[in-house]
């Protein structure tokens, strides 16, 4: 039973602790999108980090979440895709941004 509880304990703590770096790195990425593509191309002035955690903060509660069983949560899914997917958005933006005639 006490491995039962250990297991469930580790993945919050883990959580909780990457939870400010991963909203502050989403944030990041969130501020270069927006300045490749709003800003250059609008004309509208650059996000600032504070404006760009409210703008992830805002968007993450539209975001749906899957209600799984604590059996069937697996840890390494649950850590690996949050900070990939921001990498390939800033990669793919990039890519997309050197397309850009601007």
Do not use: C, R
Request: hydrophobic fraction near 55%.
């Amino acid at each position: 039973m006490d491995d039962k509880k250990t297991n469930g304990i580790i993945p919050i703590i883990i959580g909780t602790i990457l939870i400010i770096p991963l909203i502050i790195f989403n944030s990041v990425v969130i501020k270069i999108l927006w300045g490749w593509f709003i800003s250059d191309f609008f004309g509208i002035k650059e996000l600032t980090i504070p404006v760009a955690i409210g703008i992830s903060i805002l968007f993450g509660m539209f975001k749906t979440h899957k209600s799984q069983k604590q059996e069937d949560s697996d840890i390494y899914k649950d850590l690996i895709v949050p900070i990939l997917v921001p990498i390939f958005a800033l990669i793919f933006g990039y890519i997309v941004k050197s397309f850009m005639f601007i």
